[in-house]
């Protein structure tokens, strides 16, 4: 009879000490998602003074904007991707936090941990529509430097980039594409040096710019005839006459 009590303590024990399975795994995780690690995520990500989003579809560039400020945070922090919904979610306000209240169960049907890849999807779909998207890669493609100067060019080139990532998502595109924009003089020559980084095409650009021309802004000089000096009729009073008889 007191061997009955000792193997279902050793079967127990066993079981305690058997590796669990891959499923087992994932479901512990599902079911167990670590709140106490998620909020110190949580902390780490406010430090960075996060860009809230409130919504608004009157910029819809700012939607992208905003995206990039998130992962930004996201690569300083070294926020691992489970917790960067979480994180950009906690962030969004008004009619942002609506839309993901209304929207996050169709967006993640299977339910468990929404990827970023998942959410950015489904927010840049609504926010930052297919029509805008567009426009910003063609006013990428046909982006020049004309009358500006290489920093401004370059301040423009970067900001639409942003929106078009797939136009310049290699060091060499981005590269191309920089020096392809610059004035036909500043290009020609900055080819002969054959830039590999857009860091360093940008520095060359800048060596090789001209400085802008002084308006030179003189004196006039008359010379020759005196000017006519100029007399006020309205002030002028005829000198008094005595009548005659």
């Not at 936090?97 to 209304?102: I, R």
Request: hydrophobic share 30%; glycine share 2%; charged share 30%.
């Amino acid at each position: 009879m007191a061997t009955q009590p000792a193997n279902a303590m050793a079967t127990q024990q066993a079981n305690a000490t058997a590796p669990q399975s891959v499923d087992a795994v994932a479901i512990q995780l599902v079911n167990n998602p670590h709140p106490n690690r998620g909020a110190s995520w949580l902390k780490d990500f406010r430090r960075y003074n996060p860009r809230p989003f409130v919504g608004s579809k009157e910029d819809p560039t700012a939607a992208q904007m905003w995206i990039a400020n998130m992962e930004t945070t996201f690569e300083s922090m070294r926020c691992p991707d489970e917790h960067k919904v979480a994180c950009a979610t906690y962030v969004l306000q008004k009619d942002a936090e609506v839309w993901w209240s209304d929207n996050k169960q169709s967006i993640n049907p299977s339910g468990g941990i929404t990827t970023w890849e998942t959410f950015k999807e489904a927010f840049l779909k609504y926010y930052y529509p297919k029509k805008t998207r567009i426009k910003k890669q063609q006013e990428f493609n046909h982006l020049t430097q004309g009358d500006r100067t290489v920093d401004q060019y370059d301040q423009d080139f970067m900001r639409l980039r942003r929106f078009t990532p797939s136009l310049a998502d290699t060091e060499e595109k981005q590269t191309e594409k920089f020096v392809l924009g610059l004035n036909p003089k500043t290009r020609r020559m900055l080819e002969a040096f054959n830039p590999k980084t857009n860091e360093e095409a940008l520095r060359t650009a800048k060596a090789l710019e001209e400085p802008p021309e002084e308006k030179k802004t003189e004196p006039t000089v008359t010379t020759g005839r005196k000017r006519p000096v100029e007399v006020d009729t309205t002030e002028f009073q005829p000198p008094f006459q005595r009548p005659r008889y």
